[in-house]
């Protein structure tokens, strides 16, 4: 009997329409939680892409590795346990940054948002979604992203979407000289 695949909540989906992924993307997801939404990227990196999913909790890596151990064996999927720190990681390694409802990014003082910028290059997006109880605290939230992003990003939007009566949000950051594909 095949394996059935978890359905992917709304926001992943979502989230993975806005990364505008190419069959060679480079992509960290910071919390990659039970791993649906790094199953649905690794189908997609066909070419040379390949696929870092960092949690803080064992049990999310080890979902998540479990659930992408087909694509461990070429390394297009690597899992990290331990807490995002992008001092951690090469400068301009990745042109896909990904983060589902990791509240950090929007709780703290900013800091873990200048410190991606380290493994960004002029070609990479910066994606956040969030679900939010809300649409106020939707409201609040993407003031405050917009406002911790623009320092040290080009180009900074959000959008709003609302699917099943939840409110969602996402912030989308790159370098306004990003090279578009063809």
């Given amino acids: 009997m095949p394996e059935l695949k978890a359905l992917a909540p709304a926001r992943i989906k979502w989230a993975l329409e806005l990364l505008e992924l190419t069959p ?8 990659c939680g039970s791993g649906i939404a790094a199953e649905r990227i690794c189908e997609q990196l066909t ?9 803080q909790s064992a049990a999310a890596c080890e979902a998540a590795f479990a659930r992408c151990k087909a ?5 297009k999927a690597l899992f990290w346990n331990k807490p995002f720190d992008a001092r951690d990681r090469e400068p301009a390694l990745f042109d896909r940054v990904l983060a589902i ?15 991606i910028r380290r493994i ?19 409201s609040k939230i993407a ?15 959000t959008k ?9 949000l996402a912030a989308i950051a790159e370098d306004p000289f990003r090279r578009r594909k063809p």
């Fill in 24 to 31: 060679d993307s480079s992509v960290i997801e910071i919390g």
């Fill in 47 to 55: 070419g040379h892409g390949s696929y870092m999913g960092v949690d």
């Fill in 71 to 75: 694509y461990a064996p070429s390394m």
């Fill in 101 to 115: 409802n990791v509240n950090v990014f929007w709780t703290d003082d900013g800091t873990q948002l200048r410190d």
């Fill in 120 to 138: 960004m290059h002029r070609d990479t997006r910066l994606v956040l979604v969030y679900q939010t109880p809300s649409a106020d605290q939707r």
């Fill in 143 to 157: 003031r405050i992203l917009k406002q911790r992003l623009a320092p040290s990003f080009g180009v900074v939007s």
């Fill in 160 to 168: 709003l979407r609302t699917h099943g009566g939840k409110a969602m």
